[in-house]
């Protein structure tokens, strides 16, 4: 679920491009049954949620100072046989080791939240829902950084032509007029009300559609163009719209609508500043309330999964955090917690970053998009 924070919507110079070096984490000793709030937190959650995916430290791109893949695959077995299960704060305690994470001399990390939105849509183009979703075109490719040279330089995808020729993918503006209409492969998946809905969704990475019938269409990540991403929020921000601290994903979508989506007006004008484009898979559901799936490939679970950069830290990787924020309200309150770092994104970038899943729909998604806060990130690391 490869998606972008609001914090990445603000992009400041931390949110780097993806294909960026790697930081390599500064990590410091710590006692954890000494980490504030751990003997206070609900580990047996903790536990299910880092079972789905203890088996996936392999898919780490970065050696981690003192992290053992063998001791990783032992603790999950372990775990797998229900080692844990009546006392899991033991469990946690004897298996694993506690680091501060640092990416700077402070050794402050960031933290944001996000969702799964929940929107409605049509298998039907109407003049309700004109907006179409894409899935994949077929001649998408990723580019390596061998391959970023010349007018591909600035890109991550590109287009493959029928010789092998590479060449850029129509940005954003192209799209929406129409570049994609009559393109040999592309399939339409479902109809959206407005280039805002599809946004936000192209934001968060993935999407629950409702349909008129009620059913439910699963939106997820399948790829993008390739071009570069601008930070909407960023530049209403410059334009003195908003302060960064009033600016939310509602408080950019509703400017978006009240200027104007139509070819010309402000609104519009905005959106296609943001040349980068993300395309979907889409699937039915028997069991329409499941979490989506994380970059890991196991379901997400609220206020436990957390993204991470994922050419830095394996999935799989227990973390805590200690931070202050308006989780459960308005007010900020302790986050005291083991997560599971079983996702990524474009915006989670450097070793002391994560992005806080929060669930399903705009009730949580309201709180969600307030999250921008900074405390304390540490990784558990299996012991040998």
Known sequence: MLRMALA???????????????QRPHLTPVGIADLPGFTDDRLDEALKAFIKTCDKAA???????????????????????????????????????????SGDQAGDAFFTGYYQPEIP?????????????????????????????GAL?????????????????PD??????????????VKTLVYLRDNVDLFLAQVQGSARVRLPDGRILHLSFAGRNGQPYTALAKVLVQRGVATPAEMTMRRLTDWIRR????????????????????????????????????????????????????????YGLPFFIDAQMPWR????????????AQDTGSAI???????????????????????RHHGRFYVLLPLD
């Not at 287009?159 to 060449?167: C, F, V």
């Not at 954003?172 to 492969?185: S, V």
């Not at 309200?329 to 599971?340: A, L």
């Open 259 to 314: 200027n104007g989506l139509a070819r010309g007006q402000a609104g519009d004008e905005l959106l296609r500043l943001n040349r980068s484009f993300v395309f979907f898979e889409a699937r039915f559901d028997a069991q329409p309330d499941r979490q989506p799936q994380g970059g890991s490939g196991a379901p997400l679970t609220p206020y436990r999964s957390v993204a991470i950069d994922s050419r830095i830290w394996p």
């Open 153 to 169: 330089a600035d890109l991550t995808a590109a287009r493959k032509g029928a010789n092998g020729a590479l060449t850029p993918f």
């Open 329 to 340: 309200g308005p007010e900020p309150t302790p986050f005291q917690r083991v997560v599971i």
């Open 172 to 185: 954003r503006a192209a799209i929406e007029d129409g570049a994609l209409d009559k393109a040999p492969g």
């Open 121 to 149: 849509g049509s298998l039907v183009r109407s003049r309700e829902f004109p907006t179409p979703v894409y899935g994949l075109p077929p001649d998408v490719v990723t580019l390596s950084s061998a391959q970023r040279i």
């Open 59 to 101: 898919q780490s791109s970065l050696p981690v100072d003192g992290f053992d893949r063998a001791a990783q695959a032992r603790v999950c077995a372990a775990a797998r046989r229900g080692e844990g299960a009546a006392n899991p704060r033991a469990f946690f305690t004897r298996r694993f080791r506690a680091f501060l994470v």
């Open 349 to 371: 970038v450097g070793p002391a970053r994560a992005d806080i899943y929060f669930g399903l729909g705009d009730v949580v998604g309201e709180r969600a998009s307030e999250i």
């Open 8 to 22: 990445g919507l603000l992009a400041t110079p931390a949110f780097a491009p993806v294909w960026a070096q790697a």
